[in-house]
């Protein structure tokens, strides 16, 4: 498996602008989960997803912000309109709830991130 | 609240020197935890995880660490770091589906 896949990598945008971003989980996993990685906050959860529906999003920082997951294959994190504060890593990682032989669940599998600059 | 503390947010140490990075967290009953490796520019990796058995667990690249229920503890060690190991270091709970990562601990490893 290619791993978690994430797009773009890197995102240069005008304060205003709408920003996507885009996930692709592990095939199989029934976990995904969104992070916001700065600076100032560390890493943040921001919202996770299990089969395909949103759980948790008391993470996400406000109406500007909102993720979707269609299929078990693509997820999407909207930021709308952008702005400066918002600049970040953000992280895409997916997990299995189901016991592996090696034994445990909820390792988490990162994707390489999206870096967003918005000016 | 429930949180995942990590004591030291910048390590300083040289080549051989032993490493001890401590992790707390305020979960009660059964956990599953982990620790995490941020390697400059690249994105997190599992370092090491434990969810049952021995308490001391033993990861990649020489790094271990020890679960001490009593304590809500679950430190990262490893005997003789190496440049190689300058990274940020995250410990981890899962707690009911849910992982909460700590604030992350700079390590910089002087040659």
């Known amino acids: 498996d290619a791993g978690v896949i994430q797009s773009p990598r890197h995102e240069v945008t005008e304060m205003g602008q709408e920003v996507t971003l885009r996930c692709k989980p592990i095939?199989?996993?029934?976990?995904l989960f969104w992070y916001r990685q700065t600076m100032m906050r560390g890493l943040e959860l921001l919202i996770y997803?299990?089969?395909?529906?949103?759980?948790?999003d008391s993470g996400m920082p406000e109406d500007r912000f909102s993720a979707k997951m269609p299929n078990a294959s693509f997820s999407t994190l909207k930021i709308q309109p952008s702005e400066p504060r918002d600049s970040a890593v953000y992280f895409c990682?997916?997990?299995?709830?189901?016991?592996?032989?090696?034994?445990?669940?909820?390792?988490?599998?990162f994707g390489p991130g999206t870096r967003l600059t918005v000016t | 609240a429930q949180s995942v503390s990590q004591h030291n947010h910048h390590v300083i140490l040289s080549e051989a020197a032993s490493l001890e990075l401590g992790c707390n967290y305020s979960?009660?009953?059964?956990?599953?935890l982990f620790w995490y490796v941020q390697y400059p520019g690249q994105h997190l990796q599992l370092l090491l995880k434990?969810?049952?058995?021995?308490?001391l667990v033993k990861g990649i690249k020489g790094f271990e660490a020890e679960f001490i229920k009593s304590k809500f503890s679950f430190n990262l060690r490893k005997p003789s770091v190496q440049w190689s190991d300058t990274a940020e270091y995250f410990c981890?709970?899962?707690?009911?589906?849910?992982?909460?990562f700590g604030a992350g601990t700079r390590l910089f490893v002087k040659a």
């Open positions: 981890a709970v899962n707690k009911d589906f849910k992982t909460i």
């Open positions: 979960y009660g009953g059964t956990v599953n």
């Open positions: 997803f299990n089969n395909n529906v949103p759980i948790d």
């Open positions: 990682a997916s997990s299995s709830d189901k016991r592996t032989s090696g034994g445990g669940t909820y390792e988490q599998y």
């Open positions: 434990y969810f049952s058995g021995d308490p």
């Open positions: 095939s199989g996993h029934d976990y």
